[in-house]
């Protein structure tokens, strides 16, 4: 079991130094138990996709990293460019796993309480509800084909909230320019051992533990 710890880790998320300038992703400790979203989302998915898949997109892009700063050194612009493919994907699913796990809390802890204040206004605003808003972005990831993600994006030139997918591990920011508020992994493996292939199953139960205390802060920040 790991132990409670304050509900903002970023510090812990901090890159450590390694040889030389460079500086070493490691793998974010989560703000709660993994057992703590049951029934919602098991013990063992959690502890499959927090302690396997995101740490392996940690080692994965430490090694890309390491890789480019060898083509760098060696004025090797074909390696450079080779290695973006891994930088993007490995990158991205280090980012979008480390706001997802903080998108998620404990229903003791608040999860899936309703949002309130200016994001709710906002909400009511665009959809009409915050259940009118779950259901039209249920609809839009349930689509995504294939592996991917949904988001609760904010843009901040036309001052709105928008619903957007992404595939893979793309990073909601760097495809849409929308800023992440929340994101719902829809890869197989954050549901399959518990929902099968049944994905709208997932997203329907998803939202009893979403932490909209921590999607209000980013929406207040960036607004």
């Known amino acids: 079991m790991l132990r409670s710890i304050p509900r ?31 029934p919602y989302i098991s013990r ?18 430490n090694a890309a990293e390491e890789k480019l700063g060898t083509a760098f050194k060696s004025n090797d612009v074909n390696d450079e460019i080779a290695i973006q493919s891994a930088m993007k994907f490995n990158g991205g699913g280090h980012i979008n796993h480390t706001l997802f796990w903080e998108n998620l809390a404990p229903k003791s802890s608040g999860g899936g309480n309703k949002p309130t204040g200016e994001l709710l206004k906002e909400i009511e ?5 915050v259940d009118k808003f779950i259901e039209k972005f249920n609809t839009q990831t349930a689509a995504v084909q294939g592996s991917g993600w949904g988001w609760l994006g904010y843009n901040k030139e036309f ?4 619903i957007a997918t992404t595939s ?25 051992l518990q929902y099968k292939n049944v994905r709208p199953d997932y ?6 533990v979403v932490n909209w205390e921590t ?9």
């Not at 001052?159 to 928008?162: A, G, I, V």
Request: proline share 6%.
């Open 8 to 38: 903002s880790f970023a510090a812990i998320n901090k890159p450590s130094v390694t040889a030389g300038l460079r500086f070493k992703h490691t793998l974010p400790a989560l703000p709660y138990a993994y057992e703590a979203l049951e």
């Open 44 to 61: 063992e998915i959690m502890q499959i996709h927090h302690a396997k898949h995101h740490q392996t997109y940690v080692n994965n892009l």
């Open 125 to 129: 605003k665009n959809w009409g509800s």
């Open 159 to 162: 001052k709105r909230l928008e």
């Open 168 to 192: 893979n591990q793309d990073p909601l920011k760097p495809t849409t320019g929308l800023i992440p508020l929340l994101g719902i992994d829809v890869w197989e493996h954050a549901y399959y």
């Open 203 to 208: 997203l329907k139960a998803v939202w009893e």
């Open 215 to 223: 999607v209000s802060d980013r929406f207040n920040k960036h607004r």
